[in-house]
């Protein structure tokens, strides 16, 4: 390591002290509740921005409402950002992406309190409706704005259950600034895993090396609705019968392509939905997910094949539909190997793997390097109030977090 003779540590307690405090905004029989511009998303921007100003960070908003406090650097350079969000899934746990904000403040001061200036100037920052739990917007709406993959127009017709849409609801939140669109140097998330792998490995630190490459399909089977009772076997087109075996071929074709590939039929309709009619039509829905590209180009395809293979089994015919696509990221190598490098430095155990969940890091990684480091989530819970990582494991990841975020910085 370059330059490097000092390895710097958060203080645990604190951390964990404002995480608890944070998590208590919008607390609610189960959880708590922060959907993006909410009262209760408001209220934990408004703690954010105090803590950010007690720390002595210049803060900024821009015209996404996306909040970053700026440390000054010893040179006036583009910054090294680390972050994440402190929006809300309904009845949440207290460390998606919060976790990652406030140990970016919490890196800020033990900056502060060592008395370290950095070559770069350095920014904590939280994206607006990364959730996407309240508009039909999709999520990570924040750093998307801000990478310029969509524009504010397209958020007008977006709206939540009361009518309310996105840009409506973010001029009434007061959080919209005029500063210039943030153009990092560097970025950096640090987020819970929200699975079970690093747990399994017996992990301290995953190694993000990407986001995994996503695909949403609807396929409609058309058969043909008959009498339970006087319908024969061999002359049935059963539209339903259709559809479950190809969850069971699609269920088999994920372990075949392997490479962590994971898919899902999550949703499932068949009509008329009575118990004395063989179904006539059947919808199913596929959640796709690969990281490595050609795993997920032959997946899709192969997906599709499989499920037009077993409607002609059955007789039945069948058409698709694209419902999403979202293409992954593959992180910067300098990135993850200084995450890497990093927790061997700090005797952590690490453990490569992309993510399988969407992070602003996908995102963000059109505009600069980026990585992430991931911490174990228990039992892999997460998005429901179970979620949970022990103070040890929080903070190790918070002490990643602030030796990478030191080193980048003087880069
Ligand atoms: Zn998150």
């Not at 821009?62 to 910054?79: K, Q, V």
């Not at 950002?81 to 809300?88: C, N, Q």
């Not at 999403?324 to 200084?338: C, D, K, P, Y």
């Amino acid at each position: 390591m370059k330059g490097r003779f000092l390895m710097l540590r958060v203080n645990g307690q604190r951390l964990w002290d404002n995480l608890n405090e944070m998590g208590r905004i919008g607390a609610g029989e189960r959880g708590r509740t922060r959907l993006a511009f909410t009262d209760e998303d408001l209220e934990a921007r408004r703690l954010l921005v105090r803590w950010m100003e007690e720390l002595g960070l210049e803060v900024h908003t821009d015209p996404y409402a996306n909040i970053w406090g700026l440390r000054a650097g010893r040179e006036e350079l583009p910054p090294i950002v680390v972050g994440s969000h402190i929006d809300t899934v309904r009845e949440a746990g207290m460390f998606d992406g919060v976790l990652g904000v406030l140990s970016g403040l919490e890196a800020v001061r033990a900056l502060n309190e060592a008395g370290v200036s950095t070559r770069r100037p350095v920014a904590v920052i939280s994206f607006s409706d990364e959730e996407g739990g309240r508009f039909s917007a999709g999520t990570m709406t924040g750093s998307r704005l801000m990478a310029g993959c969509i524009q504010l127009e397209e958020l007008a017709e977006k709206r939540d259950q009361r009518g309310v849409s996105w840009l409506e609801a973010l001029e009434r939140s007061g959080f919209t600034g005029s500063s210039s669109i943030l153009r990092p140097h560097a970025y950096l998330e640090y987020h819970i895993e929200q699975g079970p792998v690093l747990c399994d490995k017996g992990a301290r630190i995953g190694v993000v090396e990407g986001v995994v490459n996503l695909s949403w399909m609807r396929f409609t089977f058309y058969g043909q609705a008959n009498h339970a009772g006087a319908f024969p076997m061999e002359r049935r087109r059963d539209a339903g019968l259709a559809a479950s075996s190809a969850t069971v071929a699609l269920n088999r074709l994920a372990f075949e392509l392997g490479a962590g590939t994971v898919i899902t039929s999550g949703q499932a309709l068949q009509e008329p939905n009575l118990p004395n009619i063989v179904p006539g039509r059947a919808v199913l829905t596929v959640d796709l997910r690969s990281f490595k590209e050609e795993v997920f180009a032959s997946g899709l395809a192969r997906a599709e094949a499989v499920v037009e293979e077993e409607a002609a089994r059955h007789g039945v015919e069948v058409s698709v539909e694209l419902l999403t696509r979202l293409e992954g990221a593959v992180f910067a190598r300098e990135m993850t190997e200084l995450v890497e490098r990093t927790a061997g430095a700090l005797d952590l155990s690490s453990w490569r793997m992309p993510s399988g969940a969407g992070h602003d890091a996908q995102i963000m990684s059109r505009l600069c390097p980026t990585a992430m480091i991931f911490c174990p989530s228990e039992e892999g819970r997460s998005h429901c109030p179970e979620e949970f990582t022990s103070q040890e494991d929080a903070v190790a990841g918070a002490d990643v977090l602030l030796n990478c975020l030191l080193e980048l910085a003087e880069d």
